[in-house]
């Protein structure tokens, strides 16, 4: 059987690593295209605009000022800095995106660069689900099988002190996508998920951990709306990492959590998941290559991550885990095999 990832040779691996350290410099990020500063002269008279095409792909444009005001030419010269310094950041991005870096659409870059804009991210807030499983694979330097998904879910461990008090729809709404609320099957619960109008399946939701063993609605004070509230969260979103979004537009720095810790959380989940449900095998196909990573680079990690659940979700993720045994057995990971047998007991 072939292996599950293969390791991205050492100067793709440098060269994210440059890229994670100059986007991490960026106090904001664009939504839509860096565009350029173009010059247009209405009624006889010269303006400055950043024209742009944005998330949807259609010409947009900021305006800057009269080209005459020297507050407008200091604004344009800054924004070629930061437009010339964005494309140099996406000349990277495309190299590694060609060589296998797992790089999200337009809709994803959007979104979370509206909310990196809004200090989401230095705040606390994570992206959890399969985009920081591909967000993690890059932070790994390997390459494995796709994974799609029409999902954006964003998470906070705790209540964000954020700079200004704007609540996360409207912080959304800078995204450009038309998101609206989506009802809840219960029409007195408020909702806690956003979508475009119509049948489009691509939406976000913002997740937030609960006590308890049951789903909940919870009120996100700090955010100004309501979240789902899921128990045994709270593990997952302990001590996150710091990453990178490789996005078609923008590069954006943003917080996942730690692969082993994602790897059982998801076998846990898929534990919980009725069996019929579609995502329960994307779920264990996604912890077995997390797991086999953490166990072939760092078997204590991967040991204590299991530890650190509580009992009876350690019980449901063990189960799961069979799953991912099988998967890794007649693979070329026999180390991670090996390894995992052992921490399983």
Do not use: C
């Not at 029409?187 to 691509?202: E, Q």
Request: proline content about 6%; aromatic content about 6%.
């Amino acid at each position: 059987m072939p292996r599950l990832f293969t390791d991205h040779l050492l100067s793709l691996q440098s060269s994210y690593s440059d890229l994670k350290r100059l986007a991490g410099e960026q106090e904001t990020v664009f939504v839509g295209t860096p565009g350029s500063v173009t010059e247009r002269t209405v009624n006889g008279k010269a303006f400055l605009y950043r024209q742009y095409y944005d998330p949807a792909d259609r010409k947009a444009a900021e305006y800057l000022g009269p080209s005459a005001a020297a507050t407008t030419a200091a604004r344009a010269d800054a924004l070629r800095e930061r437009i010339a310094s964005t494309k140099g950041l996406l000349d990277v991005a495309r190299v590694l995106a060609r060589a296998g870096y797992v790089r999200v659409d337009a809709r994803v870059d959007a979104v979370v660069a509206a909310l990196f804009n809004h200090g989401v991210f230095r705040a606390g807030g994570v992206v959890v689900g399969s985009h920081a499983y591909g967000i993690l694979l890059n932070e790994l330097g390997v390459r494995a099988a796709a994974y799609g998904t029409e999902d954006v879910d964003i998470a906070r461990r705790a209540p964000l002190r954020l700079p200004t008090k704007t609540s996360f729809d409207v912080m959304l709404a800078d995204a450009k996508l038309g998101l609206l609320p989506v009802p809840q099957l219960d029409r007195k619960k408020p909702s806690t998920s956003y979508k475009p109008a119509g049948a489009d399946r691509f939406r976000v939701d913002l997740l937030v951990p609960t006590s308890g063993s049951s789903v909940k609605v919870l009120e996100a004070k700090d955010l100004g709306v309501f979240a789902t509230a899921l128990p045994h969260f709270q593990y997952v979103l302990e001590d996150p990492l710091e990453a990178i979004v490789i996005g078609r537009s923008s590069v954006v720095p943003v917080n996942v959590p730690r692969p082993e810790r994602l790897g059982w959380h998801k076998l846990l989940v898929s534990e919980l998941r009725a069996e019929t449900n579609d995502k329960r095998t994307k779920d264990v196909a996604q912890a077995t290559v997390l797991l086999a990573l953490t166990a072939e680079r760092d078997e204590d990690a991967t040991r204590d991550a299991l530890r650190a659940l509580a009992p009876a979700p350690r019980a449901k993720a063990k189960k799961a885990a069979r799953a991912v045994l099988e998967r890794l057995e007649g693979t070329p990971h026999a180390r991670a095999l090996q390894t995992l047998r052992a921490i399983l007991g």
